[in-house]
């Protein structure tokens, strides 16, 4: 089945306490980009990718690392987590050729909260 | 201002009726249109991309208006399981997609 899994779906942590959340895609997607979603303030984005080796910064990057070592992955890592990072994080893949479809599927979510 | 802005509701309609959403956007560099559907607390998932042309699938019809810069979405004949957000999205290409912060729409019987 195709897909995008995140792991964990859920935590509970506390500040400064280093953490990553994995995000895997089994459909060849190239690209793939971590959201933030805030009551009021929409889906936005955190990081993206658009190959291998290649991230770049979304919209509200600040506190947060990635990395593209493998295709199918693309793990969120925050290494001081502070409590305005309490959200509901979600990864997304999707094709980047112009010929493929250009839908992007998003995985289950993680409900991060930090005390 | 927001890039994508959207009325959030919610819409509160009985079964049967006919519901249209308007969302605005703010980038004239913005190529590619989509809604996407949210169920509370779930993943968004791709309800339909949105052609300069119009385009229309079963009960639901998208179209764009580049010269205002506005993207609406009509919903007919709802369905209780149409209740969920709808997430107006605009981007400027594949990589970088802003999403707008949703319209609650709420079918009862």
């Known amino acids: 089945e195709a897909q995008v899994t995140q792991n964990p779906r859920y935590l509970i942590t506390v500040t400064g306490k280093k953490l990553t959340v994995t995000c895997s895609q089994n459909?060849?997607?190239?690209?793939m980009s971590w959201y933030r979603q805030d009551p009021g303030l929409g889906l936005r984005q955190i990081y993206y990718s658009m190959n291998v080796e290649v991230t770049d910064k979304g919209d509200v990057p600040e506190g947060y690392k990635v990395s593209r070592k493998e295709k199918r992955n693309f793990p969120l890592i925050l290494e001081s987590p502070s409590p305005n990072q309490t959200s509901l994080y979600f990864c997304?893949?999707?094709?980047?050729?112009?010929?493929?479809?250009?839908?992007?599927?998003f995985g289950p979510g993680t409900r991060l909260t930090v005390l | 201002r927001k890039e994508v802005e959207q009325d959030p509701g919610p819409f509160n309609v009985p079964e049967g009726a006919t519901v249209a959403f308007n969302c605005t956007y703010s980038?004239?560099?913005?190529?590619?249109f989509f809604w996407y559907r949210q169920d509370c607390r779930k993943e968004p998932k791709l309800l339909m991309s949105?052609?300069?042309s119009g385009n229309e699938d079963g009960r639901f019809t998208a179209q764009l208006n580049r010269a205002s810069q506005y993207i609406s979405l009509l919903i007919r004949d709802s369905k209780l399981s149409d209740s969920a957000t709808y997430l107006c999205v605009a981007g400027t290409g594949r990589r970088a997609l802003t999403f707008g912060s949703g319209t609650r729409l709420q079918v009862q019987p």
């Open positions: 949105v052609y300069s």
């Open positions: 997304a893949s999707s094709f980047l050729l112009p010929d493929r479809p250009n839908e992007q599927f």
């Open positions: 980038n004239s560099a913005s190529q590619s």
């Open positions: 459909m060849n997607h190239e690209y």
